[in-house]
């Protein structure tokens, strides 16, 4: 039997103009529980709260309620209130009759008889709160980084020096990803590769941060605080401790004919290879599909030439298990293939390419050593056309491209346009664009430079289609100020693609538990106010993977994630919400319903066993939830068809007894 | 004039996170709508079993609406999707058990929508009003 | 009439018995008369002989007590199951309420059961046996020199008239020809209830429910409803059990329990055959069945193990609860 006291407040005059607050008090007097009633002018001030503080003490009081003004306001408050005068914090309830009462109704009676009832309801719950207790679960101060790209970096190294270790798992041989193959950068045109790799260089030699290259995540267990990761490193055919990264390995292998990944096939690369100049870590990899060694045992030239003997055929896919307190997502993005855009003749013409190839043809470190030359004869291409929005902005029913804006094509190519035509005056630049986003700073002046100063010639209009005709790529495309349709004989055309998260996504989000949108996108906790967190606890989202963004963008995502990292890893325990589900494993079926509806994955199944009334013992696969991971949505609650499943600080019966109260 | 004497009782379960912060809002720019509306605040509308809702009518409700975070919009990633199909169910079931299918409403009201708050309140008052009372659900046992 | 001879069952069972592959046989036992038959557990040959039966008396679904029979001992138990019943053998799984190897299905293919309130209509004049033959069934009776000739399908079940398939979805060993999924009007009655006004809905359901006399049989042979406790034996719960006070307590009960099963029933229809009041019981849940299949594509609860039931599923832009319900009258 709970001894309950009820605080009615005045809030000045906002309650008691419209609320009789005596008459409340007075009323309340009687419910069930209540030993204690009265009113005062503030509740929240310091004079109220010593009230409620003297009148547990009086009163032997071991239930509050307090009609006042919303939860939302002030529950913390008066639960602090409680926990000073020795009672569970959580044997407080607020019945709301400012906002949701003296505010919204004009007519003292009909606001009074309101709140009485409200009291009732909060009166009625608090006679079955029970005393609640937050869990408490350490923190491994360790934090993994799932993708080594630009975001990536930033993020580990940003937590790395706030003194925790940091782990980065990247499934390509080397970090670095999409901005390593980028040559300058919008819009102060500084050269990726410069900027970049002495921060890879940084991550590599900081003695917080590993790396583990060549690997992906392959399961994720546990929650906030506490994930038990199994990383597979993937076989390399080469110690990485020892291979000094000479690359004369590279140099002797016969098999040269291997598309080259990193300049995305424009051009070739050995069976043993090392993805490009500054790779981190510099060693090399042999791709096992195509090594004469590993497919037929028949070669082995790269062991004899290599004088550090870091080859190794008969390495085999490793997997490590880690625990970490948090994870950063930042696996980045890819743009989206372009085979369902053939109008634009992509398959047909090597002269049609996309904006990311286009980058390696001006790479200095890429395929032509920077000389812009087309890909189908090596000569200089004196018209080129660039096709904006190409999979991105597409209608709801598209089946071929995004319905969003990938956001960062307007100004690569207003970059490339302008790249173009200051190395090669001679050279016709037009643009195709349905709109020119050029939000950020410096952004604008940056596009206008290149229309103003460079002279590209941007027209608003679509392409139509491109047409392969001799040396030439027919454009035929539509001006849309103008209204008419133009014919442009080009020498080169350059598909601004839609960029979509990485494919490696959707698998990571299942093991994380992570939620994503249609698109793949990893969502946010909050789209405003807690963007860089997933909404599961303990994982944090980091560049692209959550949404397209520019360079700066990311990296500022990035250290937003690490600076949350760092502040979860300078807990030393996390306390957790207590309002949390709870199974009665007496009358829990075991039937799996609720593990499928909790967004969280906070439900896992045992086998326990249980003495039957006749002695013997039953074995029963029954539901337990782990409370660091529940987040209290109670949604398994009512999926649960026996009733096992309950909400603490939220229970059926509370709901129910606030139901009958309002409804006496 | 027995019928403008009705006052209906109005069970509104409401988000902790959107639409309870909605009807707070509702108050904070002083938008009123009838006292009949007496509201339960529930973590997620997807912690709003069937049953609450089948007791609030045994016991005399005459119309229970349950507001929640726009589709999409949910604290908790997904529970008012849940949400949504119980209940499209459960007042499909009602209607077809020949409740007056005006007496269960479903409605998504975001933190900022003070004013869309008040005004499905209005309009869910007026129409119980008109309805009268809630005579095929309550069960008189349970009145005191 | 059943194709399959009830001797051949008993010797499929015996023999699997005798070799020790199952400890036990769930079935069905005979009763006092040749209709009364309930689901047994046989343990013997000699037991099978004496008293197994495949008749068209044999409704029963027996896969809702393999969740007892299979816990505590050891062994495969042999159940037999007929097409319909095989639904709530997966759904039963679905559930993890038993462990799939400890069962050992011979699926029995089924020409529907009959209804002995529909031959009790015809006659009711101390019925001493019953037999059935190709396309009818002769009734003898203590007051008939000559056996009542009727017609096969007039005496069949409602449920066996809209049988939804003939296809076993589970089995170890089949016993005769597997059918076919059928196209059936299992909705049609349902819909002729949508389309009365509020009010005849109302007074229909209120002539319906208000016979219930809260015996439970529907619950207890529902094979959706094996919950170690349920909801209606538990004080704990807000609608424990208890005599109804008016006609609405019916209506929670058959609510609640039409709504707990949702998305699971398999409309297997054996709450309506159980009903001493003869309650129309699968309506309700045919309702949630053709809304489901309405609202979020069609959903045949059972018909794979590991389906997702459509109420703890969504998409992203399903129907809002107040369109479903104006729907229907627009």
Redesign the interface.
Known sequence: MQRIGVFVCWCGSNIASTVDVERVSEALKNEQGVVFSTNYQYMCSQAGQDLIKSAVKEHRLTGIVVCSCSPRMHEATFRKAARSAGINPYMVEIANIREQCSWVHKDIITGTEKAIILGKAAIAKVNLNAPLIPGESPVTKRALVIGGGIAGIQTALDIAEAGFLVDIVEKKPTIGGKMAQLDKTFPTLDCSACILTPKMVDVAQHEKIRIFSYSEVSSVKGFVGNFDVTIKKKARFVNENICTGCGACVEKCPQKKIPNEFNLGMDNRSAIYIPFAQAVPKVATIDPNACNMLKNGKCGLCARVCTAGAIDYTQKDEYIEEKYGAIVVATGFNPISMEKFDEYAYSQSRDVITSLEFERLTNAAGPTGGKLLRPSDNKHPHTIVFVQCVGSRCSVDSEKGKEYCSKICCMYTAKHAMLVRDKYPDTEVYVFYIDVRTPGKAFDEFYRRAVEEYGVHYIKGMVGKVVPEGEKLKVQASDLIENKQLHIDADLVVLAAAIEPDKSARGLATMLTASMDTNDFFTEAHPKLRPVESPTAGVFLSGTCQGPKDIPETVSQAGAAASKVIALLNKDKLLGNPCVAHSNEEICNGCSQCERVCPYGAISYINKEFKMPDRSIKTRRIAVVNPAICQGCGACTVTCPSGAMDLKGFTSKQIMAEVDAICR | MQVNEFKPLIVAFCCNWCSYAGADLAGNNRLSYPADVKIIRVPCSCRVNPMFVLRAFQRGADGVIICGCHPGDCHYTSGNYYTRRRMTLLFSMLDYLGIEKERTRVEWVSAAEGAKFASTMNDFVSKITQLGKNKRLEDLRCKK | MQKISRDKLIKKASNLLNSGIVRCVLGWKRGEFDYDITPNVFTTEKELIDDFVWNDFCGANLSKYLVSKT??VDGKILVFLKPCDTYSFNQLL????FDRERAYVIAVPCEGMADINKIKQITNEGISSIEFNEDTLSISTLYNEEPIKIAYDRVLSERCLNCKSKKHVVYDELLGDDGEILESNRFDE?EK??KMS?????????GELSRCIRCNACRDVCPAC??????FD?P????ENKAS??S??E??FH??R?????G?CTDCGECSRVCPQNIPLHL?NR??IK??NE??GEFQAGEKIGM?????????D?????E???R?DS
């Open positions: 816990q505590g679905t559930e993890h309420r349902v209830i949508e509020s009010e005849e809905r109302f007074e229909f359901w209120q094996t919950c170690e406790k349920c909801v538990n704990e719960s807000g609608v006070a008016n609405f307590e209506k929670l609510i609640i039409a709504y707990h099963v949702a699971r309700l309702k949630f809304d489901i609202f979020y997702r039931s459509p109420l703890i599923d969504y998409t992203t399903d129907i809002e609860p107040n479903a319900v104006n229907r």
